[in-house]
């Protein structure tokens, strides 16, 4: 796991951390592009506000209770702990410190801090009549773990012709009966809808918002919160020929976490969380079971649920199960894993569906990568080292040209700024930083340094100064912009830049005042390091 660096940033620590947390991932299987993109999201959120010196915590983590994992568990021939343990310790936890993902807590459904908290939890809504039992009989889908509603269904074709499928994982679901506990999530269609309205941005995209709420106003029923047919999972206190419906434990997680039951400075520090990132198709889960959980407990609901949308390849949702789960070190391994934690902010708007291809990947980063960013950083510090040795000289010379570049910076921190930190629109960040870049390349152009460079005299030699300063002071503070995106890259443009020994570490400078324009000291040593971007090889064969 990596470190946070909240404690450098000097945040309060009596203060209410800034909590973000993923879903905890299904661990049938190794993760794929799916899986990361929302992490990576989580990752750069958090550290963005840790540049602005705020207390911050990351929660990531993996399910590993349900029907699912203890058949994927027998069809590999171990027990179901021996299955995720194996996952998490050879898959997941190593690719998250592989992709660079800052988590300052990693939770597993499995541990005793989890399991003890939510049969607490559990026994203490059956004890205010909040769970009775019943049975029921439906459709249910494995691979959600889902019983669905008749009209959710959608009707096989081919090899499923005349058989009723799930409209996400695309196979048939199974009729079960079965004696349960059931919590009355019916009673509170009325207060979810109150707080829909009371808080807009509760959920978000706009359209998931609209999807929920419909839902709810067609009428709640009642949760089952148990299954008898298998014994997978957490045993329900008062009956123990049940476990706990694996999404009612699985949600628990965002509160066992942070100190729920047995940590109550820590649980009231953190708890809730300021954004739940959730992929769409378990949205319902979060906007409507989580805080009708929360609200019978008489605990804080959390700020809001963002839920990004789909990756598809081939027109297919990126999934383990449409087996176009496309491993992220396939990608690293060829373009870098800055790059990729890069792109696909960059290339899909955050909530919206979008498409993975080895073509735009290839394009966006020799284009916008190599050559604007990584081409501007090369060739300001090949022109300090052949006019000024190396010394960062002093700007003394601005005018016109240099008021616009700050004036560009100042727009640039405030967009990004509200963007990434508050709007989760990582793409519009990004394309503020990036428009900015393009900004001081064309700034670079049009000054022609090159050729101010020939002119010996007191007044030429102040200009190519003031021209390179500018430039330099301007890849400063991109470095700081993107830090939170492509840190490794970022530490690399800091360190050439001779901002290391005289700023100090690149992880306590803050977002916010990142256009404070002459930060960076005239003297400093500017060196041309390794190429922040190299020239792609050619694609690997299939």
Known sequence: MAATGSEKQGADENAKAFYVSTPIYYVNDAPHLGHAYTTVAGDVLTRWHRQRGEKVWYLTGTDEHGQKIMRTAEANDV??????????????????????????????TTEKRHTDRVQEF????????????????????????????????????????????CPIHKKPVELL??????????????????????????????????????FVKQGL????ISRSTFDWGVKVPWDDKHVIYVWVDALLNYATAVGYGANEEKFASTFPANVHLVGKDILRFHAVIWPAMLLAQGLPVPGRVAANGW???????????????????????????????????????FGSDGSFSWEDFSARYTSELANDYGNLASRLAAMVGK????????????????????????????????????????????????????????????QEPWKVAKDDSPEGKARLATILYTAAESLRAVAVLLNPVMPETSQKLWESLGAEPSLGALADQNVRTAATWGTLPAGATVTKGAVLFPRLEEKPAA
């Open 221 to 224: 029923q009642d949760l089952s």
């Open 79 to 108: 027990t179901p702990q021996e299955w995720c343990d194996k996952l998490v310790t050879e898959a997941w936890k190593p690719l998250w410190e592989h992709l660079n993902i800052a988590n300052d807590d990693f939770i597993r």
């Open 122 to 165: 559990v026994q203490d809504l059956y004890d205010k009549g909040e769970i009775y039992k019943g049975g029921y009989e439906g459709p249910y889908c494995v691979g959600c773990e889902e019983y669905k509603l008749p009209g959710d269904l959608i009707d096989g074709e081919g090899e499923f012709s005349g058989q009723k499928l």
């Open 177 to 214: 009966k079965e004696e349960n506990y059931f919590f009355k999530l019916s009673e509170y269609g009325d207060k979810l809808l109150a707080l829909y309205e009371a808080n807009p941005g509760f959920i978000q995209p706009e359209s998931a918002r609209n999807e929920v709420v419909n």
């Open 387 to 446: 006019y000024f040795g190396g010394a960062l000289p002093e700007a003394t010379a601005s005018g016109d040209a240099e008021r616009a570049v700050q004036d560009g910076l100042t727009k640039a921190v405030a967009e990004a700024d509200r963007k990434i930190g508050e709007e989760l629109d990582f793409q519009g960040g990004i394309l503020a930083i990036f428009d900015f870049v393009k900004q001081v390349n064309g700034y670079i152009t049009e």
């Open 311 to 349: 990756l598809m390849v081939g027109g297919e949702k990126m999934s383990k199960s449409n087996l176009t789960g496309i491993k992220p070190q396939d990608l690293t391994s060829h373009f870098g894993v800055d790059a990729y934690r890069w792109y696909f902010l960059r290339a899909i708007a």
